[in-house]
């Protein structure tokens, strides 16, 4: 199977903008379910440097340095994205097998320091934008996941509970909400419902990683998909040490399979944002953004 996404950006300046910095993540990056078959990267005005490489984490990263004076910056990002089955079938093989560990069992692994275990850790640690777990957060974790319980089959029955308590509000948060108050009000995005369960998952001790990228969205029956309908998405991939890293979408209560796109992941949001940038002006700005997702 292969994607085709699409991912613009316009940013709509009050007053003239001098020079900007931009750091760009809008390339996908391979998996081994997933392959980046070609990548375009569009920008107006043209930027007068530009350099791609990776970041610490693996992820795509191009920078741009614009000198023209513009009062419109437009970013378009073009992919073609391969989803390989065989591999998709070994991941469902390979989860099957990680059922067996449990929570406790999981624990006691953590404390031998193989590369494995040692780079997990990282995702373990309190990260830039999330805070240190509440006792309230981690007893909401610990209603699922229990010492001689399924570590796996734990962390499906939170994702099913987050998917339950918590109502998708588009508009209620931004990238200033404070974890908490997601948690309080019981309400978000899939960006909040991400953090919330990398918060109360490593406050019980695992390796969670935050994971942005595009899921495939099929119109109502009868109806044809909208251009630029789609959105990007976030959720969260938890570490089994002896088995590797799991994903769990909670917006949607699934196992991500092959409708999901991998960008990329880190920390939390600020490790894999799409888009970053340094601007000299002065004024407000308006941004807009459109995405498509579409099988060939």
Same mark, same amino acid.
């Given at each position: 199977?292969?994607?085709?996404?699409? &991912?613009?950006?316009?940013? +709509?300046?009050?007053?003239?903008?001098?020079?900007?910095?931009?750091? +760009?993540?809008?390339?996908?990056?391979?998996? @081994?379910?997933?392959?980046?078959?070609? =990548?375009?990267?569009?920008?107006?005005?043209?930027?007068?440097?530009?350099?791609?490489?990776?970041?610490?984490?693996?992820? &795509?990263? $191009?920078?741009?340095?614009?000198?023209?004076? &513009?009062?419109? *910056?437009?970013?378009? /990002?073009?992919?073609?994205?391969? +989803?390989?089955?065989?591999?998709?079938?070994?991941?469902?093989?390979?989860?099957?097998?990680?059922?067996?560990?449990?929570?406790?069992?999981?624990?006691?692994?953590?404390? =031998?320091?193989?590369?494995?275990?040692?780079?997990?850790?990282?995702?373990?640690?309190?990260?830039?934008?999330?805070?240190?777990?509440?006792?309230?957060?981690? $007893?909401?974790?610990?209603?699922?996941?229990?010492?001689?319980?399924?570590?796996?089959?734990? +962390?499906?029955?939170?994702?099913?509970?987050?998917?339950?308590?918590? /109502?998708?509000?588009?508009?209620?948060?931004?990238?200033?909400?404070?974890? @908490?108050?997601?948690?309080?009000?019981?309400?978000?995005?899939?960006?909040?419902?991400?953090?919330?369960? *990398?918060?109360?998952?490593?406050?019980?001790?695992?390796?969670?990683?935050?994971?942005?990228?595009?899921?495939?969205?099929?119109?109502?029956?009868?109806?044809?998909?909208?251009?630029?309908?789609? /959105?990007?998405?976030?959720?969260?991939?938890?570490?089994?040490? !002896?088995?590797?890293?799991?994903?769990?979408?909670?917006?949607?209560?699934?196992?991500?399979?092959?409708?999901?796109?991998?960008?990329?992941? !880190?920390?939390?949001?600020?490790?894999?944002?799409?888009?970053?940038?340094?601007?000299?002006?002065?004024?407000?700005? &308006?941004?807009?953004?459109?995405?498509?997702?579409?099988?060939?």
């Amino acid at each position: 199977m292969i994607y085709t996404i699409y &991912h613009s950006t316009r940013f +709509i300046y009050q007053h003239e903008v001098g020079f900007s910095h931009n750091l +760009i993540r809008l390339q996908p990056r391979d998996t @081994e379910i997933q392959k980046v078959l070609n =990548f375009d990267l569009t920008i107006e005005p043209l930027a007068a440097e530009r350099e791609a490489y990776k970041d610490f984490f693996g992820n &795509h990263l $191009h920078h741009l340095l614009i000198r023209e004076p &513009h009062t419109v *910056l437009n970013v378009a /990002a073009q992919s073609r994205v391969e +989803i390989d089955y065989n591999a998709l079938e070994r991941g469902i093989e390979s989860r099957q097998r990680a059922l067996v560990l449990t929570y406790a069992q999981a624990q006691e692994r953590m404390m =031998f320091l193989t590369p494995e275990i040692i780079a997990a850790k990282q995702f373990l640690l309190k990260s830039p934008l999330l805070p240190i777990a509440s006792a309230e957060m981690i $007893h909401y974790a610990l209603q699922s996941i229990k010492p001689e319980r399924s570590l796996y089959s734990g +962390i499906l029955e939170f994702m099913e509970r987050i998917f339950n308590d918590f /109502a998708f509000v588009s508009g209620f948060s931004d990238l200033s909400t404070p974890v @908490e108050r997601v948690f309080a009000e019981r309400k978000g995005v899939c960006q909040d419902f991400a953090h919330f369960a *990398l918060t109360a998952l490593r406050g019980i001790g695992l390796c969670v990683r935050y994971m942005s990228g595009y899921i495939e969205t099929t119109p109502p029956e009868g109806s044809e998909k909208l251009f630029g309908s789609d /959105a990007s998405h976030a959720w969260f991939s938890v570490f089994f040490p !002896g088995f590797g890293w799991f994903d769990f979408d909670p917006t949607n209560n699934m196992v991500p399979h092959e409708q999901h796109i991998v960008l990329g992941y !880190g920390r939390d949001y600020g490790d894999i944002s799409p888009m970053q940038g340094v601007v000299s002006g002065s004024g407000s700005s &308006h941004l807009g953004v459109m995405v498509d997702v579409s099988r060939e």
